[in-house]
């Protein structure tokens, strides 16, 4: 199993600019995540969905925009890119049931905006 | 807004030593407790996770829980260099994880 990939590992994007990056995974999981962390900081979710065609705002939603047609592909796209967005992007997947899940990360994408 | 303060560090331990990391939390309903190792530059990784009050072993790690103190720890015995990195504490609230800033951890040789 290759896990959790993401794609790409690193972009510039300019202000206005926009960008998908692409997250999958080969585990049959439930949910997916994606995350912004800053440097020095902790894990923000972005979005998250709990199965396919379902997805629900997170904790940072704004500038984002999310879609979930399969179980395995969980894409996020920014629009209108902003040096705010510059960020490291974490998706994870995790399968939810009986009580107990563990989120496996992606490699992550590193995303400039100039 | 739901919350998990942990101390940011750095904390250095000397090789061999215990390491002790804290995380305390807001949400009192949170049944779950996750803690993640990232390595710099690298995406978080389980370590451990507790679902009941008190202790739980696993290998050179034990994680401790106290849910009416809303209070979780790690605990590193015989720490190696290996161990330096940056550990998330993350409960689950409402199908979520609420994370911690993390705590940096050095192990000096």
């Known amino acids: 199993n290759a896990g959790v990939t993401q794609t790409p590992k690193f972009r510039i994007l300019k202000i206005g600019q926009s960008m998908t990056l692409q997250c999958a995974q080969d585990?049959?999981?439930?949910?997916m995540y994606w995350y912004r962390q800053d440097p020095g900081m902790g894990l923000k979710l972005i979005y998250y969905?709990?199965?396919?065609?379902?997805?629900d705002k997170g904790e940072v939603p704004n500038g984002y925009n999310v879609s979930r047609s399969t179980t395995e592909d969980f894409p996020l796209r920014l629009e209108l890119a902003a040096p705010s967005q510059t960020s490291v992007y974490f998706c994870a997947s995790s399968w939810r049931g009986g009580g107990q899940e563990t989120q496996y990360f992606g490699p992550g994408t590193r995303l400039l905006v100039l | 807004q739901k919350e998990v303060e942990q101390n940011s560090g750095p904390l250095s331990v000397p090789e061999g030593a215990i390491a002790s990391l804290n995380c305390t939390y807001s949400d009192r309903g949170s049944q779950s407790f996750f803690w993640y190792r990232q390595y710099s530059g690298k995406s978080p990784e389980l370590i451990m996770s507790?679902?009941s009050n008190g202790d739980k072993e696993d290998g050179r790690f034990t994680a401790q829980l106290n849910k009416a103190s809303q209070y979780v720890s790690l605990l590193i015995r015989d720490s190696q260099p290996s161990d330096s990195a940056t550990y998330l504490c993350a409960p689950d609230s409402n199908y979520q994880l609420i994370w911690g800033a993390g705590t940096k951890l050095i192990i000096k040789p």
């Open positions: 969905s709990v199965g396919a065609g379902i997805t």
């Open positions: 585990m049959n999981h439930n949910y």
């Open positions: 507790i679902y």
